[in-house]
């Protein structure tokens, strides 16, 4: 089955305790990103990639940290989370990274910082 | 100001209503455009996409784009019970794979 698998799915964690959050795709697609959802913002993407060892920003990239050293896993890190962080996480995945492709979405993260 | 707007909702509305579901934009480099819909607890699904100015239809949906307004616009006819989520608005630049969304609109279909 085609999935976007994130790890863990529930994480409380203490400020500045560094953490990562995996996401592994199955599919081959060369694009994935990394989203956060707030109320009344949205989704607001914080780091994408367009294959291995390319990176780049998103629009919230402060404070995060991300790799992409083989094609299917693309881990988050945060060196030292602050409670500003705490957040519904989203992973996303597709074939190239453009409109007309979906983007397959992970079941996300929920992230609190206390 | 928010690069993309759009209308905050909740909407309830009940079965077989036809639903609108807009966002507005403020940035013209922005070309490509998407609906998505978020299932509670679950990441977004797309719906449909377009590019060009005009309507874009697939089944019950009809995604309207206006490009010279900055305004884009999603109609659910027939709506169902099933089509009860938050729809998602998203726009990437002609240039760059950043995708920028909305922040949702919840919609209630009530049977």
């Known amino acids: 089955e085609a999935q976007v698998t994130q790890n863990p799915r529930y994480l409380i964690t203490v400020t500045g305790k560094k953490l990562t959050v995996t996401c592994s795709q199955n599919m081959n697609h060369e694009y994935m990103s990394w989203y956060r959802q707030d109320p009344g913002l949205g989704l607001r993407q914080i780091y994408y990639s367009m294959n291995v060892e390319v990176t780049d920003k998103g629009d919230v990239p402060e404070g995060y940290k991300v790799s992409r050293k083989e094609k299917r896993n693309f881990p988050l890190i945060l060196e030292s989370p602050s409670p500003n962080q705490t957040s519904l996480y989203f992973c996303a995945s597709s074939l190239y990274g453009v409109s007309n492709q979906p983007q397959h979405f992970g079941d996300g993260t929920r992230l609190s910082i206390l | 100001q928010k690069e993309v707007e759009q209308d905050p909702g909740p909407l309830s509305v009940p079965e077989g209503a036809i639903v609108s579901l807009n966002c507005t934009y403020s940035n013209s480099a922005f070309q490509y455009f998407m609906w998505y819909r978020q299932y509670s607890r679950k990441g977004p699904e797309l719906l449909m996409y377009?590019?060009?100015?005009g309507n874009k239809e697939d089944g019950r949906f009809t995604a309207q784009v206006d490009k010279s307004s900055k305004y884009i616009s999603l109609f659910i006819r027939d709506s169902q019970p099933s089509d009860s989520a938050t729809y998602l608005c998203?726009?990437?630049?002609?240039?760059?794979?950043?995708?920028?969304f909305g922040p949702g609109t919840r919609l209630s279909v009530l049977p």
């Open positions: 377009t590019y060009s100015s």
């Open positions: 998203a726009m990437i630049k002609n240039y760059g794979q950043n995708f920028v």
